[in-house]
């Protein structure tokens, strides 16, 4: 089972204690590979010519997989049962490697904790950025060679101060893949539409409430009391446009008009905390429902799942991006100060924790064993079900339910509300595209304005009198 770690592909790193899901690998019986790749702008820097290769990040993924084929055997595993698994940014880059042509044949499974290729976080085309981030470093050029020249002799912290520019004017804006033409030859979406998937078997789903990090002012302790946050409107709108860069006017309250209750009409509401968790969680699992449909609809087998287990934090929590990595890899099994390292990633010691880890670790190391989280070996005279499984159904296209992970799994639980996910899937992205070419207009208008004003534009450039 090669992981690969997730947090955006800018931090974090596949050695970090919180990123390893140690006891699976002795608890399920299978060999877990961790690795580094480049992250940011050293990972994922794009001038959209070829002048500097796009992606690298997962061309270092590819490298490592590669890796695995040629030396895992001297380990004692089979390069031939090779299952990539990842959280959220994790999870979208097995989402990449899931389509990409140049990853065919090294593995054979894939399972997706919190992230796909489909979502907003794991897709992007950033090669504007690219420039202002040279602008940012001292390389304000053009043309793609002169910036990457520049570049290449700029030191870390010029580097670093360019990194910071294009944040604060691009709203936290983060190099990522994108479509380059030989890693990825079209959009993860169009590339799934086409059939081009290199497994059979996926195992993928997500948290309930796993955007939740982003609507807390900070990250708070995961020991004693919780009180509840309370947002104001203001606050709400302010979270929109810093997390998500939704900072037309309109937009926002076009969203606060879809997420809330009467008493926001009636001017009665005063905290926002719940609409804005619910707005995060639907624009990361909207994509999830597609996701699944694609393969099921492609010939593929599917199994699906929402995490509604709560952990110790109060259930006002919800569950985040990092939580599943202590559920799925182990933690609760482990001294308490050595998986529990920051923020909500915490979990009690107690047997129902204990007990749940080992039920999802045998699930997951069944999968990787046989493509079906049900059997730990295909032979079904030798299978073994010592936690007493619930056998776990594979998901249908059309079929409008999912399996359940809780200490109670499974059950079977309605996906995400068609309604909203409309909103999120088809209407929201045509207003934010379209705010996005009348920011540029304005842009490009004020740009002109100001050029005319100081006298310094010259022929078509300059506005008409």
């Known amino acids: 089972m090669v992981w690969i770690h997730g947090e ?59 890796w695995v084929q040629e030396n895992i055997a001297a380990f004692g595993g089979d390069p031939g049962r090779v299952t990539i698994f990842g959280e959220s940014a994790g999870g979208a880059s097995v989402n990449f490697h899931l389509v990409s042509p140049l990853s065919a044949g090294l593995f054979r499974g894939a399972i997706l904790q919190s992230g796909n290729a489909l979502c907003e976080i794991g897709y992007a085309d950033l090669v504007e950025k690219t420039f202002e981030f040279g602008k940012g470093a001292g390389c304000d050029f053009n043309n793609s060679k002169d ?26 804006i983060e190099f990522t893949p994108v479509v380059d033409g030989h890693f990825l030859h079209d959009t993860p979406l169009k590339l799934m539409q086409q059939g081009h998937l290199n497994v059979d078997n996926v195992l993928h789903g997500d948290l309930l409430n796993e955007r939740f990090c982003f609507t807390i002012y900070g990250r708070l302790a995961s020991r004693g009391y919780f009180p509840p946050p309370v947002l ?48 995060f969680t639907s624009i990361l699992l909207c994509p999830v429902n597609p996701f699944a449909n694609l393969l099921s609809t492609a010939g593929k087998t599917v199994y699906r799942y929402p995490t509604t287990h709560h952990p110790s934090p109060p259930i006002w929590a919800g569950l985040t991006d990092e ?33 749940f880890s080992r039920q999802i ?13 049900n059997l730990s070996t295909q ?25 359940e992970l809780d200490s109670g799994f499974p059950t079977k639980e309605g996906v995400m509300k068609a309604k909203g996910c409309h909103f999120w899937t088809t209407i929201f992205p045509k207003m934010m595209a379209q705010s996005f070419e009348l920011s540029k207009l304005k ?9 005319h004003s100081t006298g310094t534009c010259d022929g078509d450039s300059c506005p008409e009198q």
Request: hydrophobic share 35%; glycine share 8%.
């Open 147 to 172: 910036l990457v020249d520049c570049l290449r002799g700029r030191s870390l912290e010029e580097l670093k101060d360019g990194y910071i520019f294009m944040n604060v004017h691009a709203r936290h």
């Open 443 to 451: 842009t490009m208008l004020a740009d002109q304005v100001a050029a």
């Open 8 to 66: 955006g592909f800018y931090a974090v790193a596949g050695s970090v204690s919180e990123q390893l899901p140690i006891p699976l690998s002795s608890y399920g019986k299978v060999i877990v590979v961790s690795f580094n790749y480049r992250l940011g702008m050293l990972g994922f820097l794009n001038t959209g010519d070829g002048e500097i290769p796009a992606n690298l990040g997962l061309f270092d993924q590819r490298e490592a997989l590669k």
């Open 361 to 373: 670790m045998r699930y997951w190391s069944n999968f990787a064993k046989t493509g079906n989280p």
């Open 232 to 279: 104001s409107l203001d606050d709400f709108k302010n979270h929109l446009a810093n997390s998500f860069k939704i900072d037309d006017p309109l937009i926002q309250d076009t969203i606060v008009f879809e997420l809330s209750d009467s008493a926001h009409i009636t001017g009665d509401k005063t905290d926002y905390f719940k609409e804005l968790t619910d707005a």
């Open 379 to 403: 032979d079904p005279k030798e299978a073994n079900n010592p936690l007493d499984l619930e056998e776990w159904q594979p998901f249908k296209y059309g079929e409008r339910y999912n399996e």
């Open 323 to 355: 939580d599943d990595i202590p559920i799925f890899g182990g933690g609760p099994l482990l001294h308490k100060r050595e998986y529990v390292p920051r923020g909500m990633s915490g979990f009690s010691d107690g047997a129902e924790e204990a007990a």
